[in-house]
């Protein structure tokens, strides 16, 4: 059963999903009709989870479920990957490969490959206190505490100690 994402508690489970670029108006109309559908019928063994869905700085997928009375089975995770993979096949985005690293430049979001970090780095556009996007996040209460971070204080970190 869907709710807002903002009367999600904070203990709330999330998975943030990373397009490669951001969404247009059309297409995050169309994100948000399909994933309020997709989280009003979500269930675990055929039983409804609170659930819910935010898109955030019109490039990042945030999937929610409230576990306190009942978390999603492995069933449930496969159906979530699949309604990823359905938005990435509408959109031609890529929202589940993990070798992205995105980051604020100039209060807009820039994703680099894993193998474009270094040179985003010599070039100076990532430096040591750019604001940073941590995939590795698990709670709602981690976005505010844990979800963007100085790239100093992330995995990013070894390439500034040199």
């Known amino acids: 059963m869907y709710i807002p994402f903002k009367e999600m508690p904070a203990n ?3 998975w943030v999903y990373q397009s ?7 297409e995050i109309n169309w994100i948000q009709s399909h994933l309020s559908s997709f989280c009003e019928g979500w ?3 055929g039983q ?3 659930t819910s869905f935010e898109i955030m700085y019109d490039q990042f997928i945030l999937l929610g479920v409230d576990e306190k009375d009942l978390g ?3 069933c449930s995770i496969d159906s ?4 990823i993979r359905s938005i990435e096949e509408k959109t031609g985005v890529n929202l589940l490969d993990s070798g992205k690293v995105s980051f604020l430049s100039e209060e807009k979001v820039t994703v680099n490959k894993l193998a474009d970090v270094r040179q985003s780095i010599t070039k100076g556009i990532l430096q040591p206190e750019t604001p940073v996007f941590n995939p590795i996040i ?3 209460s981690d976005l505010a505490e844990k979800w963007i971070i100085p790239a100093k204080e ?4 070894r390439y500034f100690n040199n």
């Open 48 to 50: 409804g989870m609170p």
């Open 72 to 74: 999603p089975s492995g």
């Open 154 to 157: 992330s995995w990013l970190k």
């Open 138 to 140: 698990n709670t709602k």
């Open 43 to 45: 269930n675990t063994h």
């Open 20 to 26: 490669d670029r951001p969404f247009d108006t059309s």
């Open 12 to 14: 709330s489970r999330i």
């Open 80 to 83: 979530s990957v699949r309604i």
